[in-house]
């Protein structure tokens, strides 16, 4: 029924079933996601860590005793040895890193975004295509309890044809995640359209089953620009400052020394097969979660809450308004975060490259939500005129294929069932 242009093709499976040497690159906050590798495979373990700073190679140290140790790049692909690399270093230097891992021929999972432009995004893909090396972006979100229920729903049909998304996302930890380290700097992330958003525009493609094609954006720093208190965080991370007392975002204290990242951004798309799309972004609000609406055809579905304990309601009759759907289904998963699309995700990684498996998440579609958030970001610093996103270059589109994608994974089906029916009018 809906023509999936997200997945990947499929890895060659490994000569051999031996356990695969694991490397970390960049051991910030999110190379947590790591402590899912011998989960997500059994016998996979980190044995190195390239780490440029002695703060960062002092976690890994007491993470990883047994690991070797890099304070650059070069240093491991010249030892060799490794299988896979799981790239959680800064967004600004993930193009080099993939670029040179994929032409070492060692199989990357890149942490989004791919790239924080779109000409690194294109070449980081082109070197993909051209080493013939696995490259898997971790969009979780796609594995996230939410937007599988999401996308059954809408593979079932109970909402017609999708014709529009829209998405409101009440970033209440703003604040304590994105202003007091690199991400405040637009050098090093873009813009939060591109480090944040990617994962929703990633989900709009998902949902819609399209690419934007067309944007238009704007935004302001409206809050934390106005914030003086500043100092730089040697050696510390996220989890060293967060706190919910941190509040109101005014009176934040110690963000980083360069604030230049909008903290309010709206963005509107046009994608290929003519769905219509917005997302809104802000960073100072109260709470935290992500609030979709997809209208189709013959009903609307709308998420309350982002995790488990939240629900889907479905409208698909016609009525005045009323808070109750017509019906509801739970969201599954995590009860906070995305502990679970990590290790899903990382799941999907290791049975692409061991059993050729295909994947949900693709870098074709990485490279889309980058296309579209650069291009937002862009748009509204220069007056909100609309862009166009540029096709892949076609070599490089070839590797990719527009293949179907699976919608859930095996140990997902059947996770969701309708809840209730609830409110009927006649």
Known sequence: MHNDPESQSAAAPAADAAPLRVAVI????RAAIAGNVSLARPGARVVAV?????AGRDRAR??????????ELDALIREGGIDAAIVTSPDHTHEAIAVKLLKAGIASYLEKPLAITLEGADRVLTAAAE???LLYVGHNFRHSGVVRAMREIIERGEIGEVKAVWVRHFVGNGGDYYYKDWHADRSKTG???????????????????GYTRRVVAMGELMVYGGVTDRRTRHGETMPDWFSYDNWPPGRQTGLNP???????SMMLMTLDNGVMASYQQCHFTPDYWRNYTVIGTEGRLENVGDTAGGSIKIWNRRREWQVAGDLEYPIDGAASGHEDADLLTMTEFFDALVDGAPTVVSPRAAREAVAAAYLAAESLRNGSRPI????????????????????????TD????AQSTLGRTS
């Not at 360069?258 to 309010?264: A, F, K, N, R, T």
């Not at 059947?414 to 069932?417: N, W």
């Open 388 to 411: 166009d996103v540029p096709a892949l270059p076609a070599h490089v589109a070839r590797h990719f294929p527009q293949t179907p994608a699976p919608v859930t994974t095996p140990a």
């Open 26 to 29: 960049g051991f910030g906050a």
């Open 50 to 54: 390239v780490e440029p700073h002695e």
């Open 62 to 71: 007491r993470t990883y005793p047994d690991a070797v140790l890099h304070a």
């Open 191 to 209: 813009s939060l359209l591109l480090q944040k958003a990617s994962h929703d525009i990633d989900a709009v493609h998902y949902l819609a089953s």
């Open 258 to 264: 360069v604030v230049d990242v909008e903290d309010l």
């Open 414 to 417: 059947s996770i969701h069932t």
């Open 131 to 133: 080493s013939g090396t």
